[in-house]
């Protein structure tokens, strides 16, 4: 079993940055695929960014190429998603993901733990 917390989310101006992080419980943090998906209102959830076990193998939606940035930290179990330039399009609630193993890809389903998810809200 894996527990996710999220936290970093907040309302910044369209440009501005955020840091997002995610805490988790596994053992095993580090032979865990971890993702960054996000949910609009009324949307489908969207994947963001992915980073395999070992930071062997990262990977980026195409709207959020170059300006957010997936990173871990194995020595505290802790994912981060650095994000600037925001754009009033990234609103969205942010969750973390993991599975076992290599990434699965994009397919949000196959991810089988999740955070609650932190608000990111930017106005223009």
């Known amino acids: 079993q894996v527990h996710l917390v999220e936290s970093g989310g907040g309302s910044v101006q369209a440009g501005g940055s955020l840091r997002l992080s995610c805490a988790a419980s596994?053992?095993?943090?580090?032979?865990?695929?971890m993702g960054w998906f996000r949910q609009a209102p009324g949307k489908e959830r969207e994947a963001v960014a992915r980073i395999n076990p070992g930071g062997i193998g990262i990977f980026y939606t195409d709207s959020v190429k170059g300006r957010f940035t997936i990173s871990q930290d194995n020595a505290k179990n802790t994912l981060y998603l650095q994000m600037a330039s925001l754009k009033p399009e990234d609103t969205a609630m942010y969750y973390c993901?993991?599975?076992?193993?290599?990434?699965?890809?994009?397919?949000?389903?196959?991810?089988?733990?999740w955070g609650q998810g932190t608000q990111v809200t930017v106005s223009s």
């Open positions: 596994a053992y095993t943090y580090s032979s865990y695929c």
């Open positions: 993901a993991a599975v076992s193993g290599s990434c699965p890809g994009w397919t949000s389903s196959r991810y089988i733990y």
